[in-house]
Nanobody, 122 residues
Framework: QLQASGGGLVQAGGSLRLSCAAS????????MSWFRQAPGKERDFVAG????????NYADSVKGRFIISRDNAKNTMYLQMDSLKPEDTAVYYC?????????????????WGQGTQVTVSS
């Protein structure tokens, strides 16, 4: 019910825009977030947005480089990623929270997209 897309291979300093399309009853009332998982590492919070887009929060590692947004009319969430670094390389997952606000806790997320690979070369 969540479909992530937009990943790819990009050089350091480049940009990518990820999209997460939701279907069914998920989305308009749910906080949404992006997480990422690098090989051999845990899944980490990247950015989150409240149900109406009024509140956003970011991991320190991406603050000032990434922007999360959503279009409830299109049931779609976005992650604009600029000034990409090799350490941003990971599989990126979108997730819908059980709450109206986003959180950094994995246990607050009931629905997950399938992931999209982002690879940043140096």
């Amino acid at each position: 019910q969540l479909q992530a897309s937009g990943g790819g291979l990009v050089q350091a300093g480049g940009s990518l825009r990820l999209s997460c399309a939701a279907s069914g009853r998920i989305f308009s009332n749910n906080g949404m977030s992006w997480f990422r998982q690098a090989p051999g590492k845990e899944r980490d919070f990247v950015a989150g947005i409240s149900w109406n887009g009024g509140m956003t929060n970011y991991a320190d590692s991406v603050k000032g480089r990434f922007i999360i947004s959503r279009d409830n009319a299109k049931n779609t969430m976005y992650l604009q990623m600029d000034s990409l670094k090799p350490e941003d390389t990971a599989v990126y997952y979108c997730a819908a929270s059980i709450k109206a606000l986003s959180s950094r806790s994995l246990s607050d997320y009931r629905y997950w997209g399938q992931g999209t690979q982002v690879t940043v070369s140096s």
